[in-house]
């Protein structure tokens, strides 16, 4: 599909004449064609920048409810404008909404120019990385199922950040302006320098770990300063923090590079990483297979492949249905293991 092709559809999209195959179709190109990312990028920089607030409102309900959803194209806005406006109006919308690949920057400076004060969400679906480049230049990578979320007023006194999932920061210096990464329990707060946070909301333990610089990590428990090659492990359940020292901090980033990091981590918290990146659903036939624990680093070029590993060094085995992965005991191994 060339740009006329996707100009066609989109204005059919507008009009509710596009099918439903039409749909799927225009919105899996616009998520995965890189030459139309770029493309559509530049009309939101070039584009007009009035907006009536309640068209915009409505056409975020309509692409959110839509796009996302690839299924039925959404009511044409009845707005008294012509078509082709509205379908300007639509594609910096629809841009900001459905293209993982913009810069955060192009985003902020379009709605800097609106005065648009909701937050700016920038999400990752299962199974999916991304990376972003952030107002002041900082730079973010997200591993799967993370979002991470920044208000309109980011950069001004404070940068500001609040993420739930798995991030590496690589952060701008700029003394007068602290870089400062929150979540529930959970504040990172840095000055010029490179970490990772792993803080998703439903795992029971989040952490830390500094590349370079200095960071200041504050818990409930209180606050701990990190240097190089530290990290710092929080337990959400009994508010305890620990911090240690580390061989080397990038070995716990390596999922940016396809990798897979375990520091004397449960069965049960690895099988949600697991999950969150192949997009499966782990179950466990026993209750106790859950606490075995394990230390290393391995590659995760196939979900077959990071099992066959663990099974190596555990007395487990595993059954791969569909999109369920079952897990069971090994008896003849058990008895050896413990």
């Known amino acids: 599909m060339n740009k006329e092709e996707c100009i066609i559809l989109f204005e059919r999209y507008i ?12 919105s899996h190109w616009i998520k995965h064609n890189t030459d139309v990312s770029g493309w559509l990028e530049s009309q ?4 007009s920048t009035e907006m009536d607030r309640n068209i915009q409102m409505q056409m975020l309900n309509n692409i959110k409810s839509e796009i996302n959803k690839s299924t039925h194209p959404p009511v044409l806005i009845n707005s008294g404008k012509s078509v082709r406006n509205q379908f300007r109006l639509w594609l910096r919308v629809a841009a900001m909404l459905i293209l993982p690949l913009l810069t955060a920057a192009a985003v902020y400076m379009y709605m800097t120019a609106n005065q648009v004060s909701e937050p700016l969400i920038v999400s990752v679906d299962k199974g999916q990385k991304a990376s972003i480049i952030l107002p002041d230049g ?30 590496y920061f690589e952060v701008a210096h700029n003394p007068d302006k602290p870089f400062i990464v929150q979540s529930k329990d959970f504040s990172v707060e840095a000055l010029g320098t490179a970490f990772g946070v792993k803080a998703y909301s439903e795992d029971i333990v989040i952490s830390s770990i500094l590349m370079r ?3 200041m990590v504050t818990t409930p428990g209180g606050t701990s300063i990190l240097k190089p090659n530290e990290r710092i492990v929080f337990d959400r359940k009994s ?7 580390v061989t080397n901090a ?29 997009n499966v659903e782990i179950i466990f036939s026993t209750e106790r297979l859950k606490n075995l624990r394990y230390t290393g680093t391995v590659q995760n ?37 413990e």
């Open 44 to 47: 939101i920089l070039n584009s």
């Open 250 to 278: 990038v070995d716990f980033t390596g999922w940016i590079h396809n990798e897979l990091r375990f520091e004397n981590e449960s069965l049960v918290e690895i099988a949600k990483s697991i999950q969150r990146i192949y």
């Open 15 to 26: 009009l509710n004449t596009a099918t439903a195959e039409e749909v799927k179709q225009l």
């Open 138 to 167: 900082s730079k973010a990578w997200l591993n799967s199922l993370s979002k991470l979320t920044y208000k309109s007023d980011y950069n001004t006194e404070k940068r500001i950040l609040e993420l739930d999932g798995e991030a």
């Open 239 to 245: 508010l305890q923090a620990n911090k240690s020292k």
């Open 213 to 215: 610089g200095k960071v």
């Open 301 to 337: 070029n196939s979900l077959e492949s990071l099992l066959n590993i663990i099974t190596l060094t555990s007395p487990i085995s595993f059954q791969i249905d569909n999109q369920n992965v079952t897990l069971y005991e090994n008896k003849r191994l058990l008895k050896h293991y």
